[in-house]
């Protein structure tokens, strides 16, 4: 097992397979999209099958592919089979916007993937198509849909709150109640520009700490006659790998998540580390601390690969220390 310096048990890694998207959301990256880079520069899907199997070795037991958006990756599926393969590894994961999951659902579930979270910021379809620049909010219900209808356990969706969006709070949480769909609620965290990219101007004060959420829509639910959301602990909570706090309605066939990156600091539960489309590994999502793994891979080293692996895991630090903004924006560091 991988512990860091801290004696976190470190044995889950999220792997960006790209950092191009099929939409430009004003948080995440600029319209134009990211720079593009040489080919080279990237991690080939033969690379990332390497680092899975060494990262395995290693003690890392569950992954998740993220992006950009990872179903934009051709040989996503393929890669999904090698990696669910590799000895050691327990559970795969993915983070996607949905838009492509009726195309590819059915096939990325009999490759072994077993959990989706799906990224979905409003319920608004005119304000969805102003967030992502282009989007259509159908064609995520329809991905939603898909991951329902292939088994994938838990379909999560997560929502990112900000106190100057419009957001239909209580219709989030509502998609819990008749479909065993999973809504987590997290505290935007400014992550790149710290004054909101392309202009778009959120800051700190945009972000609603979740004690104040579950307030508001536990009176906005009982008002409506639904009920208080009511607390759920660890064993009939739905399974997962972050810390997310869970609620519920009562007779709901979901649940309702919080995750308090910044009111609530759960860094002492930290148990990740992520990985670059580049291969630069980072300790901390609020960090611009990177540990280039790509040279090992490419010169076959796997103990230089290991090595890389643990001066990351010694890098690790304690919390975020309330950092506000990053170098990298969210779609060049991974989801």
Request: hydrophobic content about 45%; glycine content about 8%; aromatic content about 6%.
């Amino acid at each position: 097992m991988a512990y860091d310096q801290h004696g976190r048990k470190i044995d889950y890694i999220r792997i960006s397979v790209t950092d191009r998207c099929n939409l430009r959301c004003l948080y995440c990256m600029p319209e134009e999209g990211v720079a593009w880079k040489p080919h080279d520069a990237m991690l080939s899907l033969e690379e990332i099958r390497e680092f899975v199997r060494i990262a395995a070795s290693a003690g890392f037991a569950r992954v998740r592919l993220t992006g950009g958006e990872p179903l934009v990756r051709l040989g996503i599926v393929d890669l999904v089979r090698d990696i669910v393969a590799t000895p050691g590894i327990e559970s795969v994961a993915m983070t996607t916007n949905g838009i492509l999951l009726p195309t590819v659902a059915v096939a990325l579930r009999e490759a072994g993937l077993e959990r989706v979270n799906i990224s979905l910021d409003t319920l608004d379809p005119a304000i969805f198509t102003q967030i992502t620049r282009w989007g259509d909010i159908n064609d995520v219900f329809a991905g939603i849909d898909a991951a329902l209808a292939v088994g994938f356990d838990p379909v999560k969706v997560n929502a990112v709150v900000v106190r100057s969006l419009q957001q239909d709070l209580l219709g989030f949480a509502r998609l819990s109640i008749d479909r065993p769909l999973h809504v987590r609620f997290i505290e935007y965290m400014p992550v790149g520009d710290a004054s909101g990219s392309d202009g778009l101007g959120w800051s700190t004060a945009d972000t609603i700490p979740n004690e104040e959420l579950i307030s508001l829509i536990s009176q906005q639910a009982a008002e409506a006659g639904i009920g208080a959301l009511l607390p759920l602990n660890a064993d009939t909570s739905p399974k997962g790998w972050g810390p997310a706090r869970y609620y519920h309605f009562a007779g709901a066939l979901g649940t309702v998540g919080f995750i308090s990156a910044l009111s609530r600091h759960f860094c002492g539960e930290c148990n990740r580390l992520r990985m670059t489309a580049e291969g630069q590994i980072r300790p901390c999502l609020f960090s611009d601390q990177e540990y280039d793994v790509r040279a090992a891979l490419r010169a076959g080293d796997d103990a230089a690969v290991r090595s890389v692996l643990a001066e990351a895991l010694a890098a690790k630090p304690d919390e975020h220390h309330d950092r506000i903004g990053t170098d990298r924006l969210m779609s060049q560091i991974g989801g």
